[in-house]
């Protein structure tokens, strides 16, 4: 199938700060034409899923409970990609508004996590499929509520202060911790919340400074899984295409 026929990923931002950094760059070095649509700036939810060949949901500031129109719209474009099997991957409140569209439920976090924190990855064939031979790695983290694992869904990643870190549902996969942003995301929150880094405290919370100073080291851990994750999402979204191509083409020729 030539990608000039690939119908776009489509990515939902909310929050001006919370942009998809690598998720989009790695898109591009993929040649896999995508649709950036940007609600805090007044887009609207897409009606339908037709048009689309993927669903990407990034993070943001509400919670996935907070009755904000949009939501609901979200939710809804959600069910309608899992129910079309359009593979959907989420980012945070993305994982959250996952978890919520296949009816888990989103909670206050059993700790806070902003900063770096080490993931650990399940045993078992399915992580295995996602994560390769990789069994824990440093995950960046800036959440203050945490999804539930849904029911037919399996948790494949772990954390020591919120245990929920990561499922898959078919080929959906959402994600707690934030394996999308980049040094200039980390800089951008790190500075813009100085204040509240200040004063708040926690086993799973990291000053400022050190969540800086650790960047050097950990991004690029977490940027190698990244790749991993986004080229096994992105082998879901074109095994589909390649599908229902197929189905076209022998429906054509009957």
Not at 58 to 72: A, E, F, R
Not at 213 to 239: C, D, F, T
Request: proline fraction near 7%; hydrophobic fraction near 40%.
């Amino acid at each position: 199938m030539s990608l000039l026929s690939l119908k776009p990923v489509a990515i939902l931002e909310y929050d001006l700060d919370n942009s998809p950094a690598y998720f989009a760059e790695y898109l591009r070095g993929e040649k896999i034409p995508f649709e950036h649509i940007r609600i805090d700036q007044g887009a609207a939810v897409p009606k339908s899923i037709t048009p689309f060949s993927g669903l990407c949901l990034m993070g943001g500031s509400p919670s996935v409970n907070d009755d904000l129109p949009w939501i609901g719209d979200v939710l809804k474009l959600t069910r309608e990609a899992i129910a079309h099997d359009v593979p959907v991957i989420g980012h945070c409140f993305g994982g959250q508004l996952l978890s919520k569209a296949l009816g888990g439920t989103i909670t206050q976090s059993p700790e806070p996590e902003i900063g770096w924190g080490n993931c650990a990855i399940e045993s078992g064939e399915l992580a295995h499929e996602w994560f390769g031979k990789v069994r824990e790695f440093p995950a960046f983290q800036w959440h203050f509520e945490s999804f539930s694992i849904p029911e037919n869904a399996s948790r494949i990643l772990r954390g020591e202060n919120c245990p929920n870190q990561a499922f898959v549902s078919g080929p959906h996969i959402g994600f707690q911790p934030h394996i999308e942003v980049d040094e200039a995301v980390i800089r951008l929150w790190a500075d813009k919340d100085r204040v509240m880094l200040k004063n708040l405290r926690g086993p799973g919370v990291q000053t400022r400074q050190k969540m800086i100073a650790e960047m050097k080291a950990k991004l690029p851990a977490m940027r190698a899984i990244s790749q991993q994750i986004y080229g096994v999402w992105l082998g879901n979204v074109l095994e589909r295409q390649m599908s229902i191509t197929t189905e076209v083409i022998a429906a054509m020729t009957r």
